[in-house]
């Protein structure tokens, strides 16, 4: 590593101009001015990541947060491209493993949780219920739970791969969250309408179709790592991923978003106590994550993502509306893949199955 640093120094150090015998003082050198001296080579910087071997990345001055306002094209990336997907580079046999694990977990999800004979999912809704006589309270205390575990272990997936390894801190971390987010959906289903009446909108003119819209526009918030489906089943190394394209050229946090409109469309289909309890619970644990997750990421990718934090907005198209993020001139093609086109499918699927979802979680009695 000392070698491949001593290497790269003498390769990209600028050489030294000759200077006249009048020394000038030195002017203060700010983005805008680097361009127009042909001395000055500073504006190729390099970037050393901390690995076995010697890899040098460039930064141009502009990506360290600085927009060029004249300029109409887009700063070149320093994440990763999210929703990509080549067919032609997809192993077959990964996607086998993927299968047959995706139904080992259903399996045992079935077995040890959701089936009330075998499981132990209605004695944990049980025993939340316990806390009040209130539908309302149940319902956050469940959102709290999930959210406590959910990102506590999002919180120390540093230091648990570290002692358990990447694959096997990502089962830890499905097996525990998945039961408590399924349990969490079933008593919102089963207990939605359970609540005070607040409002009564679902035959005014035009509700269904805006919330039908909301909540459809909602899922194309998801987070680019969920795309990653091997990843998530531990078939392939997971990883912390900084992403720059996609959804996250409008907001920095999707999946907030993403939840904040469900959410509201729901609590306005709904309009009782238990939906504005269940959305409250919900926007507030996606509210910490934006702080939790923008922490995460400076921890593990440190000046790259202080890079992208200054490109991208919290609020969606805050940045582009303030010239921070420049739009390619073929954006659109950045949504023409394949998982956008998946969530398409099971966000219509889901939405005709909705008798079905709600049938199956009846039957449950939780």
Partial sequence: ?????????????????????????????????????????????????????????FIAPASLGETDASSDEPLPLVGEDSAAFDLGTQNIVSWVYFTIILGVVLFVLDVIWIDNSTGFGKAFIDAVSTLSDSHEIVM??????????????????????KHLGKRAYRVLFAGVSLPLAVSTVVYFINHRYDGVQLWQLQNGPGVHQLVWLSNFISFFFLYP???NLLEVAAVDQPKVHLWETGIMRITRHPQMVGQVIWCLAHTIWIGNSVAVAASVGLIGHHLFGVWNGDRRLAIRHGEAFEVVKKRTSIIPFAAILDGRQKLPKDYYKEFIRLPYLAITAMTLGAYFLHPVMQA???????
């Fill in 140 to 161: 956050l205390a469940l959102i709290l739970i999930f959210a406590t575990v959910h990102s506590g272990l999002a919180s120390f997936r540093d230091m648990g791969e």
């Fill in 360 to 366: 199956a979680s009846f039957r449950l009695h939780w």
């Fill in 1 to 57: 590593m000392a070698t491949c640093l001593v290497v790269a120094n003498s390769l990209f150090r600028p050489p030294k101009p000759i200077l006249p015998h009048k020394h000038l003082p030195l002017q203060p050198i700010s983005s805008h001015s680097l361009p127009k001296s042909p001395l000055n080579f500073n504006f190729l910087k390099p970037h050393f990541s901390h690995s076995d071997s010697c890899r040098v990345r």
């Fill in 225 to 227: 790592s969920t795309f």
